[in-house]
């Protein structure tokens, strides 16, 4: 029997699909890959056609102590949100998945509703309650907001590989007279290793990225690498703004890929290993 050919309608329906796909992917990419070009040219006035190809705006970037020091407030930030968001997260994806208590489903709705909302609403909400309570905005606040935005995707994907590890191994430890605790250090948690390195990049890239709720939450005089850019905008659109806007795509960027071929690497060896 021959092999049913589509009508024309249906190739005229894919090509149409593949247009628009290919018209998608155009709007996505084109400012980003613009931004990348433009930060190598010569000319202090951002725009096509390039003068020539020159490296300085990389280096007033690093001679700019305020670009500094907002890389480094970014960096430290992230680094902290990552950590405690995945420590946070591991627990809590564990004792949704492997337990039942009173109370789970609306553990379970409080701790991803932060990721089914705009940001400005937590942001907004996070600032009201500080100001009803007289505080000031400080970097606690600022982390602990960064925390509450990241937590969920970190439980997400941990609930995800928990549900895929078999209880059969935790019990076997079990009934051999293992404490609960030595059972998930020696058992669950090995194989919660990619997940945990998944949620903790994940974690760390909403950190660094994250702009609108940065804006309610830092103290004043402090900038994050995104506002820092904001406030540069302020001012003028030059080329030193697009290198550092090409630093933040490859950091935000570049550490998932280098996360994910180490994830890959790791999984090689344990296949090798077994």
């Not at 006035?45 to 190809?53: D, E, H, S």
């Not at 907002?70 to 997260?89: D, H, K, M, Y």
């Not at 309570?133 to 600022?142: A, I, Y």
């Not at 059969?168 to 079990?174: F, K, P």
Request: net charge positive; hydrophobic share 55%; with cysteine.
């Amino acid at each position: 029997m021959r092999k049913a050919r589509p009508n024309k309608e249906g190739r005229w329906a894919w090509r149409l699909t593949g247009f628009v796909t290919l018209c998608v992917y155009i709007f996505m990419f084109a400012p980003i890959v613009a931004t990348v070009i433009l930060s190598f040219n010569a000319s202090m006035f951002g725009g096509f056609p390039m003068t020539g190809f020159s490296l300085q705006w990389y280096g007033k970037l690093m001679a700019n102590e305020q670009v500094l020091a907002a890389f480094r407030t970014s960096l430290w930030i992230a680094l902290v949100t990552a950590a405690a968001t995945t420590a946070i997260g591991v627990v809590t994806a564990f004792a949704l998945v492997r337990f039942e208590f009173p109370g789970k489903q609306v553990l379970s709705t409080l701790v991803i509703l932060p990721a089914l909302v705009p940001e400005t609403i937590p942001g907004v909400g996070l600032l009201v309650l500080i100001k009803a309570f007289d505080q000031p905005r400080t970097l606690l606040v600022l982390v602990l907001g960064h925390i509450l935005l990241a937590v969920p995707y970190v439980v997400l994907i941990t609930q995800a590989r928990m549900v895929g590890i078999r209880r059969v191994y935790e019990e076997a430890a079990l009934s051999l007279g293992a404490p609960r605790f030595s059972s998930f250090r020696e058992i669950t948690l090995p194989l919660l290793v990619p997940a945990i390195v998944a949620g903790a990049l994940l974690a760390f890239t909403i950190s660094f990225d994250n702009t609108s709720a940065s804006l309610f939450w830092r103290p004043a005089g402090v900038e994050t690498m995104p506002t820092q850019i904001l406030s540069m905008l302020k001012i003028s659109i030059s080329p030193e703004i697009n290198a550092l806007g090409t630093v933040m795509i490859l950091v935000t960027v570049g550490i998932p890929l280098i996360g994910g071929l180490f994830l890959r690497s790791l999984t090689r060896f344990r296949i090798k290993a077994t």
